[in-house]
């Protein structure tokens, strides 16, 4: 089992690394006003896409992002479309879904996830040609209007500290799998042809929240122990697209029309490709899980670094928990105490941001930050003023003179 954890870490920390590294240049590089200018008709659609592609944002960033889009002006099919093709794809997810089941697989993933995105975003405006209601939410921050190579590192460790406790949920479900399924487990269902198992995979993946980085290592897993390649590419386009919280934003953001144009989206064009990709590529995946060892030294190192920024996300993390549990009400606590509103956060990624700008903040001995409601409580020499502008700098608002 343990052999098993450690042989999966190392076939996986380079290939996330280098897409965090690519995912941080692509934030840098990008204007930050380019989609609220582009993202209009069926050209819209397109670059919603072709934008959505390589970011590797799972749905908490995708959500409040897609619908931030519509927000800023974007038409309801280029919101659709990002929110169909972003989640499957990302630069990370490609690499590591190329050393885990081979180009081929990663490839037509990316196509698929394109395709798919397109389809349901000119489907979405076709069917919903009246302006909708303003979506709620906004994009997630990291680090406000700054695109400097802080900025850039930032927003790369953010990706891994967004998505981190399902990374090592699916390095352990894929250990286990490996460990304890018996290698003819899924051949029995593979026997009933390719939709059965192809449907098995929707089933399973439509309602649950499946990270398309994090989940690869289990879909290897489970081809190695005989589900089709086919079933497996289901669940890596179905299940990061959708999952209950999804569907609610959706619907709530962009009307029933919309939400029904990205289902059918979804699920039509997952079965299609899973079917097409089982009969274009009829041999097995090459390099299943665990074919060879991977003890080169930048493997290995790329192995340690993984670990070591995961341990300290999870350090941070609890830290963050156990800080506003036990910390003092406002009327209690020591020294000076301001308390702010904070709009624009939409996740707890938003939350660790915000805190960790603040804590930089000359005169800041401690800070609470909470979600719902929005507010940023922070004790230690310093006025309401500095608060709102370390609240800006991070890429938030303090509604309100400052």
């Known amino acids: ?58 749905s908490c960033g995708v959500i409040p992002t897609g619908l931030g889009l519509k927000k800023d002006g974007a038409s309801n099919g280029a919101s659709v479309g990002f929110l169909i093709s972003t989640p499957q794809t990302g630069v990370d997810s490609i690499l590591v879904s190329a050393s885990f089941l081979g180009w081929p697989f990663a490839i037509f993933k990316v196509v698929a996830a394109a395709v ?35 900025a850039m590192v ?11 406790h399902w990374l090592a949920f699916g ?5 286990l799998i490996t460990s304890f399924v018996p290698d003819d487990f899924f051949a029995g269902l593979a026997e009933a042809g390719a939709v059965v198992p192809i449907l098995a995979a929707l089933a399973v993946s439509l309602p649950l929240y499946v990270c398309a980085t994090a989940s690869v290592p289990i879909a290897a897993a489970l081809v190695a122990s005989g589900m089709p390649t086919g079933a497996a590419l289901v669940f890596l386009m179905a299940g990061p697209a959708t999952n ?8 709530r953001g962009l009307g029933l029309r919309s939400l029904t144009a990205y289902l059918v989206t979804i699920i039509g ?3 299609g490709a899973g079917l097409l990709f089982e009969s274009l590529v009829t041999s097995s995946v090459e390099g299943p899980l665990h074919m060879h060892e991977h003890t080169a030294w930048w493997s290995v190192a790329s192995a340690v670094l993984l670990l070591g920024l995961m341990a300290w996300f999870a350090f941070d993390d609890l830290r963050r ?48 930050v909470e979600l719902e409601p929005g507010r940023a409580v922070v004790q230690g020499a310093v006025d309401r003023a500095a608060v709102a502008r370390a609240v800006a700098d991070a890429g938030f608002t303090v509604p309100g003179p400052a």
């Open 1 to 58: 089992m343990f052999e098993a954890l450690w042989q999966i870490t190392l076939e996986l920390a380079p290939w996330l690394l280098l897409g965090m590294a690519i995912a941080g240049l692509l934030h840098g590089l990008l204007p930050p006003d380019f989609v609220g200018r582009h993202l209009r008709g069926r050209a819209g659609v397109a670059k919603a896409v072709v934008l959505g592609v390589p970011l590797p944002l799972c």
């Open 116 to 150: 798919t995105g397109l389809v349901g975003g000119w489907v979405a405006d076709r069917s919903t040609p009246a302006a909708a209601a303003d979506a709620t939410g906004a994009a997630c921050s990291t680090g406000g209007g700054s695109r400097g190579p802080r």
């Open 154 to 164: 930032d927003h790369a460790l953010d990706i891994l500290r967004s998505i981190w």
């Open 171 to 175: 390095i352990v479900a894929s250990a």
């Open 244 to 251: 209950v919280a999804t569907i609610g934003a959706v619907y």
């Open 269 to 271: 064009g997952s079965i």
């Open 321 to 368: 928990r156990l800080g506003g549990f036990f910390a003092k009400p406002q009327d209690e606590a020591d020294g000076a105490s301001v308390e702010v509103p904070v709009e624009g956060m939409t996740c707890n990624n938003c939350v660790a941001n915000l805190e960790r700008a603040l804590r930089r903040t000359e005169g800041v001995t401690g800070v609470n």
